[in-house]
């Protein structure tokens, strides 16, 4: 099997392969994703009555966040640590990986479901508490799809991986949404189950890719693990993972679960998702700067890594220039789209918009910073700004409604991406004037070659 950028060859130049073919694809599966995405959610606008329609968006939103929980680090920690343990012939640690990214997984994701149908059920309505609920049950098979779809990405398989996670997974969701509008009367309950249906045929693809890949760095060596370093770095990912998700997702989850006036939420869930396309944009590419990342801090390679940001800024410049012209040119057409009223959210999408792009062109910082050892100061930061984030949704939502929510999501993700391209940037010219790794940088090595 062969990889989709062979990027541990001698003669592999990452800053070239990263302009060239393989993001291509990535931005054109993404652009895929975001057509099925709008198919899924004009239909539901559609079809669904408002209050069903708020009740789906208020539970995939809650689903997605808690999913970043579910996955307990382990994938964003296997971004970092495979690529280490392919560099140095570790088949026997890949195995062990992989068994206990997979079981851990299952388990944490499993026991947060749990919890949380209880929790719900004592503090939704009946209606929304069953949506919530079906969605819940497919927890465990939604935070193993994440997890292994990052293996895929660990392994440089981001063509193939991004695929799945792009295209194909909204495409079932959207037949099924589409089979079951002629077939029923479709509502919230059917409809969160068509999106968790996409997500159990997307887990197993991806699960089994990552298994056969695992496979052949392991061949016939006993699998070794390092269950204190593993648990305690993927707990570490898992907190920053879900405080990622959290910037996201939130907007919708706390107005969702706020009093609001009828519709509000199913005129910001559109606002949102239009406004955040940009996103999709740094989602691929970082996922696919990861790896390379990790290999140039171990190699300390800075001339290749200096080339690689370069090349990746003139990317981002260029789409966020295309998307912030597309969305206030053509914006109100496409609100437009999901049905009478939705043009509403206009003023709304583009604050959101604007936020979103500021975060786009800083997104590969905190993953330097988590990546060379700068973790307390990612942490911190980002606790911070979540703390604000909450503060300011629930008081500009109540005052201004989605107008409200999309400025305190606005400033406070741009607040954050400066945040951490000024620690980033800070980090980045202290290695280069002292040389060597920075001592937080190298004990943090110096643990990861003891396992």
């Known amino acids: 099997m062969v990889r989709d950028t062979d990027w541990s060859s001698p003669d592999a130049d990452p800053s070239e392969a990263a302009i060239g073919f393989a993001p291509v694809w990535l931005v054109a599966c993404n652009v895929m994703g975001v057509l099925l995405g709008y198919a899924i959610t004009i239909q539901l606008a559609r079809t669904l009555t408002r209050g069903d329609f708020e009740h789906y968006i208020g539970a995939i939103a809650t689903l997605g966040l808690l999913a970043s929980v579910g996955e307990a680090g382990f994938g964003k920690y296997g971004l970092k640590a495979l690529p280490d343990f392919m560099v140095r012939g570790r088949g026997d640690l890949i195995g062990g990986y992989l068994r206990f990214a997979i079981a851990g997984t299952l388990l944490v994701s499993s026991a947060l479901a749990i919890v949380v149908i209880v929790f719900e059920r004592s503090v939704h309505a009946q209606a929304a508490s069953e949506v919530m609920d079906l969605g819940l049950a497919f927890l465990p098979a939604m935070a193993l799809m994440g997890v292994s779809i990052d293996l895929m990405l660990a392994f440089r398989f981001a063509s193939s991986a991004t695929t799945i996670a792009r295209v194909l997974v909204p495409a079932i969701t959207l037949l099924a949404i589409t089979w079951l509008n002629h077939s029923l009367v479709l509502t919230s309950r059917l409809a969160v189950l068509s999106f968790v249906a996409g997500s159990c045929i997307g887990m197993l693809i991806a699960t089994t890719w990552s298994i056969i890949i695992g496979r052949q760095y392991s061949r016939q060596l006993s699998p070794a693990m390092a269950l204190p370093t593993w648990v305690s770095s993927g707990l570490t990912f898992m907190g920053i993972g879900f405080l990622t998700s959290w910037f996201f997702k939130a907007t919708l989850v706390i107005t969702h679960h706020m009093p609001h006036i009828d519709s509000q939420v199913a005129l910001l869930g559109p606002a949102m998702e239009t406004g955040g396309l940009i996103l999709l944009l740094s989602k691929s590419t970082d996922k696919y700067f990861q790896p390379m990342i990790a290999v140039m801090i171990r190699t300390q390679d800075w001339r290749q890594a200096l080339s690689m940001r370069r090349g990746r800024r003139r990317f981002m410049i260029l789409g966020i220039a295309v998307f912030l012209g597309f969305v206030f040119l053509a914006g109100r057409k496409l609100l437009g789209l999901y049905g009478d009223g939705f043009e509403e959210a206009y003023p709304a999408m583009c604050i959101v918009a604007?936020?979103?792009?500021?975060?786009?062109?800083?997104?590969?910082?905190?993953?330097?910073?988590?990546?060379?050892?700068?973790?307390?100061?990612?942490?911190?930061?980002?606790?911070?700004?979540?703390?604000?984030?909450?503060?300011?949704?629930?008081?500009?939502?109540?005052?201004?409604?989605?107008?409200?929510?999309?400025?305190?999501?606005?400033?406070?993700i741009t607040s954050l991406a400066l945040t951490n391209a000024y620690l980033a940037g800070r980090r980045l010219q202290k290695v280069l004037s002292a040389g060597p790794m920075t001592t937080d940088s190298s004990q943090a090595s110096s643990n990861e070659r003891s396992q």
């Open 354 to 412: 604007i936020g979103s792009s500021v975060w786009t062109y800083f997104s590969l910082a905190p993953h330097y910073l988590l990546f060379s050892g700068a973790r307390r100061r990612l942490q911190a930061a980002m606790i911070v700004h979540a703390i604000v984030l909450l503060v300011l949704t629930v008081g500009l939502f109540r005052t201004h409604g989605i107008i409200g929510a999309a400025i305190a999501y606005a400033v406070t």
